[in-house]
């Protein structure tokens, strides 16, 4: 991929082939990714040495568009094809169109972070707060009356719930969930692993709950994993357990 950019009196050219993309979860605030802490993320990789790409999905942050998991679904498929390689890190509700994502020749890993396998692993109030948010505060756009909103939520997550997509996945696959996650039940991530296939791990966050890159350690053996991949080396854990209390 290549972009275009003015630094000082000076005409840029980027190319950028390598990347890793990272893919936000379901916002409650209407801020850009930018604001919500996702820089100082892709900042941590490239630290690492890893070249990031962070974005707002369809219908949040400073992205047109309205909210669906299928228009999700198309950004994401869209942004990947524009690149060389690419490995996917994904938080929550991205990481549902990071594993249908996955199925592209071009992505080379993928990291799930407290991801939902299916509809019925989310809280129908969590859904039910964060269109009550996208009205009143605006965080996602386009969302219509809430029975539109719930009837049209569940019928994307049916078509590209993960646990539906996982086994066609075909590339090195990291789960991290916390224990004490109250969005997403750990058992979600348990149910994933069992269905994909080698080369999988799975890292039990012991204590963690659902915001899970607020915690450095976690992001850094993410980060380390992901680096491994990025330079197609192996990665020797198959499961591990990091207690975060």
């Not at 198309?74 to 990947?80: A, G, I, K, R, Y």
Request: with cysteine; charged share 25%.
């Amino acid at each position: 991929m290549q972009f275009d950019l003015n630094v000082g009196r000076n005409f840029v050219r980027v190319y950028a082939e390598n990347v890793v993309v990272i893919c936000h979860g379901l916002p409650y605030e209407p801020a850009s990714v930018v604001a919500k802490g996702y820089d100082k993320l892709a900042e941590f990789f490239a630290d690492k040495g890893l070249n990031s790409v962070i974005f707002d999905f369809s219908g949040t942050g400073l992205s047109k568009g309205s909210f669906s998991i299928s228009n999700w679904v198309e950004d994401l498929v869209n942004l990947v094809e524009r690149f060389k390689s690419v490995h996917l890190v994904a938080f929550s509700l991205g990481g549902v169109p990071a594993v249908y994502s996955a199925l592209l020749d071009n992505v080379k890993s993928l990291a799930l972070i407290a991801v939902p396998c299916s509809f019925d692993m989310l809280r129908e109030d969590i859904l039910i707060q964060a269109h009550a948010n996208a009205k009143l505060r605006g965080s996602l756009k386009g969302v219509g009356e809430l029975e539109e909103f719930l009837e049209r939520f569940r019928r994307d997550m049916e078509e590209f719930e993960p646990k539906r997509w996982i086994e066609d996945v075909r590339k090195p696959v990291l789960f991290v969930h916390g224990t004490d996650d109250d969005i997403v039940p750990f058992e979600s991530s348990k149910i994933m692993f069992e269905l994909a296939k080698e080369p999988k791990y799975f890292v039990k966050v012991i204590g963690g709950h659902h915001r899970l890159r607020e915690y450095d350690k976690v992001m850094n053996l993410v980060a380390n994993w992901v680096a491994t991949h990025y330079a197609r080396g192996k990665f020797e854990d198959k499961i591990l357990e990091l207690e975060q209390k």
